[in-house]
């Protein structure tokens, strides 16, 4: 069973693919850690974070048992992975792990942007995940414990201009797949958006 979650930025995609994954005794992947470890890789070695060959190189190196979300989840670098996640190269080259990922038993869920429309687009089940970019905001400078208004308008900021970027992108645009469910979390808090994601997940199992 492959279960495919997709959405804009801070949807809380990661969060509830980990809830899912523990409560179905499944693996999980948050697919963004593979564009994010490819774009720090790039920055690290003050490459040129346009330069698909660098780009390349570091997606060769990637250990996706080693992603560590908490060095990977700071705001410079979640540019730096929209930037070169619009790279039809670097795509194309981090294909064939997600999918040798998707095919672990019992089951895994992924989570993305692409993984509906084109990772797994013969998943079992398929999430799209939004809620309106104020929330979001919210959501994300709660997590990271910024609460002054700058600080928002900046979290804000990022998640539009990354939404913007993904949507209108040539390669594997960020969109909800013909056969997803649409779930808006605007009004729901976590657990509820659990709930009605395990709604979905039961409904096909
Ligand atoms: O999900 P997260 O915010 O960690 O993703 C970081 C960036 O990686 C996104 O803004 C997006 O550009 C890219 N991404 C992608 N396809 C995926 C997952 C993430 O293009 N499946």
């Known amino acids: 069973m492959i279960i495919a979650i997709d ?15 523990d409560h179905y005794g499944y693996h999980h992947l948050d697919t963004g850690l593979l564009y994010r470890a490819v774009a720090a890789q790039v920055l690290d070695e003050a490459g040129m974070v346009d330069d698909p060959e660098s780009a390349i190189a570091a997606a060769q190196n990637l250990r996706i048992e080693r992603l560590d979300p908490v060095q990977l989840g700071r705001p410079e670098i979640a540019e730096a992975a929209s930037r070169v996640a619009a790279m039809p ?6 294909v064939a792990v997600q999918r040798a990922f998707a095919a672990k ?13 084109v990772i797994c687009p013969d998943a079992e089940v398929k999430i799209f995940l939004v809620a309106d970019p104020e929330v979001r905001a919210r959501r994300r400078a709660a997590q990271l414990g910024a609460h002054d208004a700058e600080a928002f308008a900046r979290i804000l ?14 390669a594997a645009p960020l969109r909800q797949a013909d056969d997803a ?8 808090d976590i657990e509820a958006a659990f709930r009605a994601a395990v709604d979905i997940v039961d409904e096909r199992r």
């Open 181 to 188: 469910r649409l779930l808006d979390t605007t009004a729901l």
């Open 7 to 21: 959405g804009p930025a801070a949807s809380g995609k990661g969060t509830l693919g980990k809830r899912l994954a």
């Open 89 to 94: 190269a670097l795509r194309a080259a981090l």
């Open 157 to 170: 900021d990022d998640i539009r201009r990354r939404d913007e970027r993904d949507i209108h992108r040539a």
């Open 105 to 117: 038993k019992p089951g895994v869920v992924l989570d993305g942007r692409d993984i509906g429309t």
